[in-house]
């Protein structure tokens, strides 16, 4: 059974810095996709970072620059780094994991039960 844990969610001000885990379980990570998803109140739910299949990052425009999606298969964790963090990256923060591996299309299939980041001015 698959299971995805986040933590290190909280309430910053804005230009600080956070780092969100994602404790995964009965899962290993080669050649899947996997990703970080983030949803506001009142908003749609976001892609933020996704690493592919192949093993490249790629990063919305609104966090490139600012976030880094990295992860350590030793401890089977995924981590985002979130610098220079604005009060628009407010939101409720997903890991999540694709249930094929080699899965160009990256259909996530597994999702964690999220932690929210609160960014004040």
């Known amino acids: 059974q698959v299971q995805l844990v986040e933590s290190g969610g909280g309430s910053v001000q804005a230009g600080r810095s956070l780092r969100l885990s994602c404790a995964a379980s009965?899962?290993?990570?080669?050649?899947?996709?996997l990703g970080w998803f983030r949803q506001a109140p009142g908003k749609e739910r976001e892609r933020v970072a996704i690493?592919?299949?192949?093993?490249?990052?790629n990063y919305a425009s609104s966090v490139k620059g600012r976030y880094t999606f990295s992860r350590e298969d030793a401890k089977n964790t995924l981590y985002l780094q979130m610098n220079s963090l604005k009060p628009e990256d407010t939101a409720m923060y997903y890991c999540?994991?694709?249930?094929?591996?080699?899965?160009?299309?990256?259909?996530?299939?597994?999702w964690g039960q999220g932690t929210q980041v609160t960014v004040t001015s």
């Open positions: 999540s994991a694709a249930s094929f591996p080699y899965d160009e299309t990256c259909d996530f299939d597994y």
């Open positions: 009965g899962y290993t990570f080669n050649n899947y996709c």
């Open positions: 690493i592919d299949s192949d093993g490249n990052t």
